[in-house]
């Protein structure tokens, strides 16, 4: 099995510790930097932990003293995100301590999405590398973000930044009012 | 007609050969092979790569500037290469060095010894070394050559491998295990006066928070003279590719921190990641 990098080795051991302390099932996923780590799609990144939990999930971590740096728990509903990135996630074996902690990563294309609305240096840079790694096509890419926006609570920004991105990326031009395919509605 | 062409060939260094048309008749087609005089390609060569470096670009980065490839600037900064520029593609380079086509034809005295001082390029050789000064970084990294800790600060500015990079280099600057009359010299050298005082600045502002006065004045009295010998009237975008997009341009420009527009160098970066860059280093 690869080594894991640094940080995520730091939550591996976290988890670990914090394994006889939880006396019932977790789920964790993966997001950001971490994710796209394991995704392999970046090469380098800072060492957060940003992870999606629900506020049950937080509690039991915090009780069983997991909840500390490097990982920072942060709530869905501020992200850019698929009604059903939980489907799409995928189960990370290295991380993970079965039955009882169960960690998952999100999608490299809802991570891209997840990137959209804060839209910094290196989000520009890493949604580049992991559309380009996983051979998106536009299509997929604005099927999965049209339906993403209709749950996000900014889309005039994000719809910018899609326009720029496209742009950029697939070296076309899209309105975001006019080319924006109609979201699906939640499976 | 053959001595006319044995002639003419010597004369003016015209090659000819024969061809036979349809009808088998015989005619004489004179092929002109431009020869350039071997001064000029060694001059042509020499100033080529020395305007290059002038101007703190890789071999990549110029071929990518001059819409050209780049094992074709590598053949022209050859001193033994053979082969003729077209003088729209001199042109082209002339505009990517911000030069004119003459000073690349200009007959000046060869430079003694090295130019510049050399700075790290490769990427994981970058990462590999800002992981040994203490950066937050994890992923690959290859340390392939040794470099000073200044050569590898104005190394990230130069090329800017990533904006994780980048992030970390204010970090390291704060702690203040650095020359910075070094730091000053090798900026000058590279004309990367601009990204260097922005970094600076940034790092004061974080050995402020940090509360380390000894440093806080030291990157200050930097920036000052630093200051003092800007570059003015420059676009500098301290990213891995300039945008070409205008919109994707003022995009970043707005999302610029106001120290980094004082600098004119333009990027997407936020203070708060500088910070935490710094607040995550070892």
Redesign the interface.
């Known amino acids: 099995m690869k080594p894991l990098?640094?940080?995520l080795e730091t939550l591996r051991r976290l988890l670990q510790e914090a394994r006889p302390k939880i006396d019932r099932p977790i789920e964790i996923i993966l997001i950001g930097g971490a994710a796209a780590?394991l995704s392999q799609a970046?090469?380098?990144?800072?060492?957060?932990i940003d992870i999606l939990a629900s506020s049950k999930t937080v509690s039991i971590l915090q009780k069983a003293g997991a909840l500390k740096f490097?990982i920072q728990p942060v709530a869905d509903s501020f992200l850019c995100l698929h009604p059903d990135y939980r489907m799409a996630c995928s189960y990370v074996r290295e991380l993970s301590f079965p039955p009882k902690i169960r960690v998952y990563r999100l999608s490299p294309l809802d991570l891209a999405i997840s990137k959209l609305s804060r839209?910094?240096?290196?989000d520009?840079?890493d949604i580049e590398a992991i559309l380009k790694k996983e051979r998106t096509s536009k299509k997929k890419f604005l099927n999965r973000y049209a339906t993403a926006r209709a749950y996000y609570t900014n889309p005039r920004d994000t719809d910018?930044?899609v326009?720029?991105l496209v742009?950029?990326i697939y070296g076309v031009e899209f309105d975001p009012k006019t080319d924006l395919p109609k979201p699906k509605a939640k499976a | 007609m053959t001595n006319r062409c044995e002639r003419a060939q010597k004369a003016a260094r015209i090659e000819p050969f024969s061809m036979s048309n349809r009808s088998g008749c015989k005619i004489f087609v004179i092929k002109y092979t431009l020869l350039m005089e071997p001064n000029l390609k060694t001059t042509l060569a020499r100033n080529l790569k020395a305007l290059r470096l002038k101007a703190g670009l890789s071999q990549s980065d110029l071929a990518r500037k001059a819409a050209t490839p780049q094992p074709r600037v590598a053949v022209m900064e050859s001193t033994e290469n053979t082969t003729l520029p077209r003088l729209e593609w001199l042109q082209r380079v002339a505009v990517a060095l911000g030069v004119s086509v003459s000073s690349l034809l200009a007959d000046e005295p060869r430079a003694k010894g090295q130019l510049f001082s050399t700075l790290p390029e490769n990427a994981d050789n970058l990462a590999a070394h800002l992981k040994e000064l203490g950066a937050p970084l994890s992923g690959r990294a290859k340390k392939n050559r040794s470099f000073s800790p200044e050569a590898v600060v104005l190394g990230v500015l130069r090329v800017v491998p990533s904006a994780r990079m980048v992030e970390c280099v204010p970090g390291l600057l704060a702690t203040g295990a650095m020359d910075y009359e070094k730091l000053f010299r090798l900026a000058k050298e590279r004309n990367l006066l601009n990204r260097l005082g922005f970094v600076v600045e940034v790092a004061a502002l974080l050995a402020e928070q940090k509360r380390l006065r000894g440093n806080v004045s030291a990157l200050r009295s930097l920036a000052k003279k630093l200051w003092k010998e800007k570059v003015t009237g420059t676009e500098d975008y301290l990213m891995a590719e300039k945008p070409v997009d205008p919109e994707l341009r003022d995009r970043v420009k707005k999302k610029t921190p106001e120290l980094g527009k004082k600098w004119g160098v333009y990027g997407a970066y936020s203070l708060e990641r500088f910070s935490e860059a710094f607040r995550r280093a070892a």
């Open positions: 990098d640094e940080p780590l970046v090469n380098r990144i800072t060492e957060d490097p839209f910094q240096q290196v520009i840079e910018f930044n326009r720029l742009r950029k």
